[in-house]
């Protein structure tokens, strides 16, 4: 079965307001990433946590791996933040990343 | 940001044909990865790579080749397209050596349409 599970599928975000998006895990992880997958379809690094939280801008991620979760904090959203939001896991000892479903983010005026 | 480039961007190929999705990376990075993005199934591994000469079977490997002739290049070959085929295609390269050495860097994408 599916090792990421991720929430929520579609977001709509008015600008100058934030959320949060989550990932599960239906096993132990020992990394998590998160992309954010443009109009143009690039996949952009947000950010890498082997544990603990991050902080970039107006965005923040959290990574427990004893609970198997991680979240994505976006607060006051803006237009560019539109797109798809992929969280991707790898579990321990391999290289492989296992990615979300995506949810897509559409921020309106 | 670590680089990595995908030829072609856009590819039209005919079933049965056989297509070559080619990968480059300078970063050095021991690692490559190639994934297929599909509606509804977000980005699944096809095979993967821990250097040059390796190959490893990914998750859905079934009618898909790989080759890793050097550490840069990285190459998905199709050798009888079919049109279950059609999607886009991203390669990846990162460390492999742990830590946040192991970040994923990801090219822009193929867009694969097998007619």
């Known amino acids: 079965g599916d090792q990421v599970e991720q929430s929520p599928s579609a977001l709509s975000l008015h600008e100058g307001t934030g959320s949060a998006l989550r990932c599960n895990f239906t096993?132990?992880?020992?990394?998590v990433q998160w992309f954010q997958q443009n109009s143009r379809g690039s996949l952009i690094n947000l950010f890498y946590?082997?544990?603990g939280t991050k902080e970039n801008g107006r965005l923040k991620s959290t990574f427990n791996s004893k609970e198997s979760y991680s979240t994505l904090h976006i607060r006051d959203a803006q237009l560019e933040d539109s797109g798809t939001y992929f969280c991707a896991a790898r579990t321990g000892g391999n290289n492989k990343l296992t990615f979300g479903q995506g949810t897509v983010l559409s921020v309106i005026p | 940001e670590a680089a990595v480039t995908q030829s072609p961007r856009n590819k039209v190929a005919v079933t049965g044909g056989k297509v070559t999705l080619s990968c480059n990376q300078t970063n050095n990075h021991n690692n490559m990865y190639w994934y297929r993005q599909d509606t509804g199934h977000g980005l699944r591994l096809i095979h993967y790579s821990y250097g040059a000469g390796s190959t490893e079977k990914g998750d859905i490997p079934d009618g898909y080749k790989a080759s890793r002739p050097s550490q840069e290049n990285f190459s998905l070959i199709l050798e009888l397209a079919t049109p279950s085929q059609t999607s886009v295609y991203f390669c990846a390269s990162g460390g492999g050596t742990g830590g946040s050495n192991e970040r994923l860097f990801f090219g822009h994408g193929t867009k694969l349409s097998v007619l």
């Open positions: 096993t132990t992880m020992r990394a």
């Open positions: 946590l082997a544990s």
